[in-house]
């Protein structure tokens, strides 16, 4: 399972008569089930190649305006929240660094593709984030 605080940004999209303005808040959860290929692991440093598959929650939350190209400019405000899921694809590598016989630190990077194109049925972009997304982590590696 991996998570992360949500990304946040300004954006805008051209709409017939003017543009949307706003701040959008978006999150990826994604949730994979993985096959690990590991060197032995009876050496000081073992690395382990991950892969998986599985299913990823993409949430997007809006607020915004609209702002007209003629008079009167501001239009209304809007607030829209788009979510969806979607198959996902993950690589990654997993770094054991021993610390004894029994324990060990673990840096973990992840590499997801979300089958996700970003586009409306119409073709306009739904959300403006990739369907790519980079994770890396630390933790403690303990073998009994």
Known sequence: LSW???ISGE???RVPGGSNVFVSDHDDEVMTATVKFSAPREAAVHDAVVGGAGLARRHTHRVGQLFRNSPPLEG?????????FVPAFTGGVDTVVRLGSHAGVVIAGRLHYL???DRQDDGVVERGVSSFVFRFGAGLHVRF
């Not at 209304?76 to 969806?84: D, I, L, Q, R």
Request: overall charge negative; glycine content about 0%.
């Open 11 to 13: 954006q805008s999209q």
């Open 4 to 6: 992360a605080s949500d």
């Open 76 to 84: 209304p405000a809007f607030e829209e929240t788009v979510t969806s």
């Open 115 to 117: 089958l996700d194109d």
